[in-house]
């Protein structure tokens, strides 16, 4: 299937267009920010290549460094020489080192080092008067963002715990998460600052404040720091490597100068001082942590750490919820593009009147206002639509521009020369094409939204030439925009399930029996989908956390005895927060997995099960005073080993709620009639208001706070997936506050007789 997608919010650039700031090379600048040293070295025998040395390495050395040896030039606190520190350097961003001084008592800098190309990069920051010695001292910073992040109900919510945090632990005045779309416009979409800069909260911004080479550099290095808009760079000698002949590479670098440019918007934006966090979701930038002061101010290495590890922690967070929201969204589409295959595979009329016989679902797929189907020269239409002529003329146009299967467009009248006559009824369409052949279509329609976008300064003219050099905008007031001749833009979901429907009509038309390859096709889109959700999480997540609860173990058990009680139970707090977050991540990983695991119903003797569950959770229960009230249970036909992670989650909910009482009381039972067989797991725990009732079986959904009961509000939502989803069932719960809870789940009877 191809698809075409147009209707951008492209902005014009004015005279110069920017290609000058949009070629500047600036991965290479060939200088450094003056807080510190930058050192290249000959991998093979550590000595020094290239140098840039600010006002304080200066200050600490005397001499030429060119070609001397990195051990006689810097001595580390913590290791007997450099060459130590660097043998088992890996690759990939900068890597601490620890502190070390270019002289006995000379100023103490941060060492931190990275492989560029053939060249080992070593730089020296200067150490921030008071700052935290490792990151285990900012840990309880980061502490409440983490315990926060589970309540959170949608993106913004979670941008704004975000920026609440960063601004807390940096003491910057503005924070800001700004989000990318499609055309690289950037959208602040939460905020937290003071009074010292204003607020930017719902501004937009051109692509052109964050050129494409500044969208790959934040995409290589999540993190960035200019701490003086006014700093004076320090140059690199020599300007080029000895043996390549060219400039150094400090696309990782920490001291990384940045670009006049860019430096002249901070001055015009007001700001002396900004650090970015790069958010990615599935390797792509989806935005920025965008941080201001407007004095300049210096950022601590463990504190940027800090800051960085709550940007991976969103990234994580936005792309699972973005993948949640797709997959819940998909599957809606699917249910309805389910109901349309089977009207038009129960109809004697023909696909047409099958679809058009039911208004409401052919225009529920994609949330259009009217649609219309163009077969063998007629034209038939529900809704809101151009009139036939018109539709005519549309068609005559996508016939002729040679587009894919599949063409999507909010904004038609930018591709359509006489579309804007009939743009409040189609200023977006979406089309799937039957037959080019005979100009067959199904064109769904939505009308003109009049709408009102603020920016963060014109977008029109984002930048001022001056000859041959580039200014960017002085303004950032607000400036607002009427958008015309738009639509409300189709969406993943819509787009691929207007070329499902097209492709069911297309074996219809054909007379092709391949209707089941079609749901095979849906299905394995679903599972790779699925796959790269598990691949993002069990990737940047998982070693992460095994990395800190290994380390941090390591620490306790060799260094413990030269830590205070203080620093001890610190790490105890660290391993328990990776180990939890770790526990997270398996939940969200079985969640993911169980929608594409195979299907193997049998007849399973619900009753052994029950024992199998009971005996698995009594060990848990050791220690308290539990009744157990299990009837004789119908048998089921169903997957096993789905049914036991059903009746393991269930129970283990009752034994977990009931933990409060003295004498607990769980009811496990089930009846069965004709059409179904029904089974309740029942406690007389916690219990929860059934105002909440529709929350209980959402991801991330708890009516109970952490403190009090553990748990990452997964279980129940893999319950309903294996119930509802995975065998045709229904799951439903009923309680009551401080009284207990009772969680019923049906099978559907497919024995008849059970």
């Not at 205070?564 to 526990?583: F, K, L, M, N, Q």
């Not at 119908?634 to 393991?648: C, E, H, I, S, T």
Request: proline share 5%.
């Amino acid at each position: 299937m191809t698809v075409n997608l147009r209707g951008g919010n492209a902005v014009a650039t004015g005279p110069g267009d920017l290609d000058a700031c949009a070629r500047e090379p600036i991965h290479i600048p060939g200088t450094i920010q003056p807080q510190g040293a930058l050192f290249v070295l000959d991998p093979r025998d550590l000595r020094v290549w290239q140098a840039a040395l600010g006002p304080s390495a200066q200050a600490s050395r005397a001499g030429d460094p060119l070609g001397q040896s990195i051990d006689a030039l810097v001595r580390p606190d913590r290791a007997p020489s450099c060459s130590a520190l660097l043998a088992e350097l890996p690759s990939g961003g900068a890597t601490f080192l620890g502190t070390g001084r270019l002289a006995a008592r000379g100023t103490p800098f941060n060492l931190l080092a990275h492989r560029s190309g053939a060249a080992i990069i070593l730089e020296l920051e200067e150490v921030v008067e008071g700052e935290p010695g490792s990151l285990e001292d900012v840990h309880p910073l980061v502490r409440s963002f983490l315990n926060d992040l589970q309540p959170a109900r949608s993106i913004e919510e979670l941008g704004v715990l975000a920026a609440r945090e960063v601004r807390r632990i940096t003491g910057l005045d503005r924070v800001l998460v700004y989000r990318f779309d499609a055309d690289w416009n950037g959208t602040v979409v939460a905020e937290d600052r003071n009074e010292r800069l204003p607020s930017y909260l719902d501004l937009r911004f051109p692509a052109s404040d964050v050129p494409a080479q500044a969208r790959e550099l934040y995409r290589l290095n999540r993190l960035r720091l200019i701490a003086d808009a006014n700093y004076v760079p320090i140059p690199i000698e020599p300007p080029v490597h000895p043996d390549s002949r060219a400039p150094v590479d400090l696309s990782l670098a920490v001291l990384r100068s940045v670009s006049p440019v860019h430096l002249e918007y901070m001055r015009n934006m007001g700001t002396g001082a900004s650090m970015s966090i790069s958010l990615l979701s599935e390797g792509r930038l989806w935005g920025l942590i965008s941080c201001h002061n407007r004095d300049p101010h210096r950022v601590p290495y463990h504190v940027r750490t800090a800051c960085e590890f709550i940007g991976q922690i969103l990234s994580l967070q936005i792309a699972a919820r973005e993948a949640t929201a797709l997959a819940e969204r998909r599957i809606e589409l699917r249910s309805i593009q389910s109901r349309l295959l089977s009207h038009m595979a129960g109809s004697e009329v023909g696909f047409a009147d099958a679809l058009l016989a039911s208004p409401e679902e052919l225009l529920g797929l994609t949330r259009a206002a009217g649609a219309a189907i163009i077969l063998d020269g007629s034209c038939r239409t529900i809704g809101e639509t151009p009139s036939d002529d018109e539709i005519a003329r549309l068609v005559q146009w996508l016939s002729e521009d040679g587009r894919g299967d599949v063409y999507a467009t909010d904004a038609l009248s930018a591709d359509m020369p006489d579309a804007e006559g009939f743009k409040d009824r189609a200023s977006g369409i979406l089309a799937a094409t039957i037959s080019r052949v005979r100009r067959s279509y199904l064109i769904w329609f939505r009308p003109e939204v009049v709408r009102t976008v603020s920016w963060g300064g014109s977008p029109i003219k984002p930048a001022e030439p001056d000859g041959a050099r580039i200014h960017p905008r002085k303004s950032f007031e607000v400036w607002k925009e009427i958008v015309r001749l738009r639509s409300a833009p189709w969406d993943e979901a819509e787009i691929d399930a207007a070329g499902q429907l097209r492709s069911a009509i297309v074996d219809i038309v054909l007379r092709s029996a391949e209707e089941m390859a079609q749901l095979n096709e849906q299905l394995v889109r679903s599972n790779r989908e699925l796959e790269a959700f598990s691949y993002s999480v069990s990737h940047d997540l998982r070693a992460p956390f095994r990395h800190i609860v290994g380390y941090s173990e390591l620490l306790k058990q060799n260094e413990g005895q030269s830590l205070s009680e203080r620093g001890r139970r610190y790490i105890d707090t660290i391993i328990e927060s990776a180990v939890s977050a770790g526990g997270l991540v398996d939940d969200l990983l079985s969640f993911s997995q169980m929608g594409r695991a195979t299907l193997n119903p049998i007849l399973i003797d619900m009753n052994a099960l029950a024992a199998e569950v009971r005996g698995r959770f009594e060990q848990d229960a050791r220690g308290r005073t539990v009744h157990w009230k299990i009837a004789d249970l119908p048998p089921a036909f169903a997957d096993p080993g789905m049914m036991r992670l059903v009746l393991q989650n269930l129970v283990d909910n009752a034994v977990k709620f009931t933990r409060g009482r003295d004498e607990a009381v769980i009811e496990i039972g089930g009846a069965a009639d004709e059409s179904e067989i029904a089974y309740f797991v029942r406690d007389n725990g916690a219990g929860f208001d059934m105002a909440y009732s529709s929350k209980l079986f959402g991801v991330f959904q708890r009516l109970h706070r952490v403190e009090e009961f553990e748990g990452t509000g997964i279980g129940l939502a893999n319950v309903k997936r294996i119930v509802e989803q995975r065998h045709g069932g229904r799951v439903w719960a009923e309680g009551e506050t401080d009284v207990g809870a009772t969680i019923h789940f049906a099978l559907p009877n497919i024995r008849g007789s059970v």
